[in-house]
T-cell receptor, first 114, second 110 residues
Framework: ETGVTQSPTHLIKTRGQQVTLRCSSQ?????VSWYQQALGQGPQFIFQ???????GRGNFPPRFSGLQFPNYSSELNVNALELDDSALYLC?????????????FGPGTRLTVL | GQNIDQPTEMTATEGAIVQINCTYQ??????LFWYQQHAGEAPTFLSY????GLEEKGRFSSFLSRSKGYSYLLLKELQMKDSASYLC???????????FGKGTRLHILP
């Protein structure tokens, strides 16, 4: 158990809908990153938040957006869902932005888009 | 650009030793991580290397050569529970992002 929680565990949506995924960081962690993991692939970096500000973004379109709250919990929002958005969405928290800090992953949200 | 290569699948026998290789290309290296991921679960941290050499942690060791853009994860005294995917990930100094490889699925045979 890493202390990072995500909700919901599973979600089924249809193409064109919008979805919000939630993540609670480990206590004391102010940095959170979101990843998309398709079946049989490694996690792909979506974006990172540090102290409520976006601090880097991967190659994902603007319909993927996020928020980090004062308590360092976080949301990932995806608009206009496409079939290819079906994946495991992982959030990972770390103590700070330091490069030496380990990221601790939550259990993930399995999103299926029909 | 950034690129991480690792074998797709490997098979080993319970009690044996296995080495999983990872090669990477990045514009600015700032650390390499190994994670273990069981099917349907989140990745769990195994090791972190930022300087050249071998880091040993129980049955698992990780090696890094920055000049060669190369790392390996060594698993000794393999157990059935070691059947999992092993992810190599590199942090890029330029933008601090962590880039993951596609993972190596390790199958352990009795």
């Amino acid at each position: 158990e890493t202390g990072v929680t995500q909700s919901p565990t599973h979600l089924i949506k249809t193409r064109g809908q919008q979805v919000t995924l939630r993540c609670s960081s480990q206590s004391g962690h102010n940095t959170v990153s979101w990843y998309q993991q398709a079946l049989g692939q490694g996690p792909q970096f979506i974006f990172q938040y540090y102290r409520e500000e976006e601090n880097g973004r991967g190659n994902f379109p603007p319909r993927f957006s996020g928020l980090q709250f004062p308590n360092y919990s976080s949301e990932l929002n995806v608009n206009a869902l496409e079939l290819d958005d079906s994946a495991l969405y992982l959030c990972a928290s770390s103590i700070t932005l330091s490069s030496a800090d380990t990221q601790y992953f939550g259990p993930g949200t399995r999103l299926t888009v029909l | 650009g950034q690129n991480i290569d690792q074998p797709t699948e490997m098979t080993a026998t319970e009690g044996a030793i296995v080495q999983i290789n990872c090669t990477y290309q990045t514009s600015g290296f700032n650390g390499l991580f190994w994670y273990q991921q069981h099917a349907g679960e989140a990745p769990t941290f195994l090791s972190y290397n930022v300087l050249d050499g071998l880091e040993e942690k129980g049955r698992f060791s990780s090696f890094l050569s920055r000049s060669k853009g190369y790392s390996y994860l060594l698993l000794k005294e393999l157990q059935m529970k070691d059947s999992a995917s092993y992810l190599c990930a590199v942090r890029d100094r330029k933008d601090d992002k962590i880039i993951f490889g596609k993972g190596t699925r390790l199958h352990i045979l009795p």
